[in-house]
């Protein structure tokens, strides 16, 4: 699948979820959810670990992805910017 139908892909599952009657703030309890109950599979996968020791990893993980999230925003931020700024000097 090209980049192109991927975002395509995206888009239209986006506006099919938007589309169906469910408060944002449910929908962003739904996503919270499964974002967190799929960190901790990853921190731990065999579940060995106390539930404040994953909890402590799931944080720590929740602000990697956080982080790693902001930074590809910014990157896409800055590209912008300099397609902006390369349009504009008329090369």
């Known amino acids: 699948m090209t980049p192109e ?3 395509l892909r995206a888009r239209i599952a986006a506006n099919a979820r938007w589309s ?5 703030e449910d929908q962003a309890y739904v ?3 499964a974002i967190f109950a799929r960190l901790e599979r990853q921190v731990d996968p065999d579940n060995r670990l106390s539930p404040d020791q994953r909890a402590a990893l799931v944080r ?5 992805l ?3 999230l902001n930074a590809a925003k910014a990157r896409k931020r800055a590209r ?3 397609g902006r700024r390369h349009a ?4």
């Open 31 to 33: 996503a919270r959810t």
């Open 80 to 82: 912008l910017l300099r």
């Open 5 to 7: 139908q991927r975002r």
């Open 60 to 64: 720590n993980a929740a602000r990697q």
């Open 66 to 68: 956080s982080a790693r």
């Open 20 to 24: 169906r009657y469910m408060a944002r």
């Open 88 to 91: 504009g000097s008329g090369q």
